[in-house]
Every structure is written in structure tokens, then in C-alpha cells.
């Protein structure tokens, strides 16, 4: 997997001043990273109900199993 190196980024910046214009860059910037912010939070919600499901299956998964043993004796 290749990496980025500064030089990559400082590519990228430069271009993306020449692109934008050194005006509204900031501005970019801050709504740049307001997305990722924001996909941030998106994907650490997710994450956290799925952790949730796998806690709750576990919960269930305890009586069937007790009542597997029960059956059995």
C-alpha cells in the first residue's frame, strides 16, 4: 500500500491553491474538514450500534443455550 510523504502534500496544497485560488482556500479547508468530521461521527456511530447487536446477541444466545443444558439432564 503506498504511503504519502510530505512532498505528496505539498503537491497537493500548491495545486490546490493554483485550482481554488489562495482566497477561498482556507475556506475549503475549514468545509473540507467539517466532511470528515462529519463522516468521522457517521462511522463511530455505526461502529458503536454494531457493538451493540454483537453485546445483545450474546445476551440471547445464553437462555438458548441454558435451555439446550436443561433439555439435556
Same mark, same amino acid.
Given at each position: 500500500?503506498?504511503?504519502?510523504?510530505?512532498?505528496?502534500?505539498?503537491?497537493v496544497v500548491a495545486v490546490a491553491i493554483i485550482v481554488i485560488g489562495?482566497?477561498?482556500?482556507?475556506?475549503?479547508? @475549514?468545509? !473540507?474538514?467539517?466532511?470528515?468530521?462529519?463522516? +468521522?461521527?457517521y462511522i463511530s456511530n455505526i461502529q458503536s450500534e454494531v457493538a451493540?447487536?454483537?453485546?445483545?446477541?450474546?445476551?440471547?444466545? @445464553?437462555? !438458548?443455550?441454558?435451555?439446550?443444558?436443561?433439555? +439435556?439432564?
Amino acid at each position: 500500500m503506498p504511503t504519502i510523504g510530505w512532498f505528496e502534500i505539498l503537491l497537493v496544497v500548491a495545486v490546490a491553491i493554483i485550482v481554488i485560488g489562495p482566497k477561498d482556500f482556507p475556506f475549503m479547508l @475549514k468545509k !473540507v474538514g467539517s466532511w470528515i468530521g462529519t463522516t +468521522k461521527r457517521y462511522i463511530s456511530n455505526i461502529q458503536s450500534e454494531v457493538a451493540d447487536l454483537d453485546i445483545g446477541s450474546n445476551e440471547i444466545e @445464553k437462555p !438458548v443455550e441454558e435451555k439446550k443444558d436443561n433439555d +439435556k439432564v
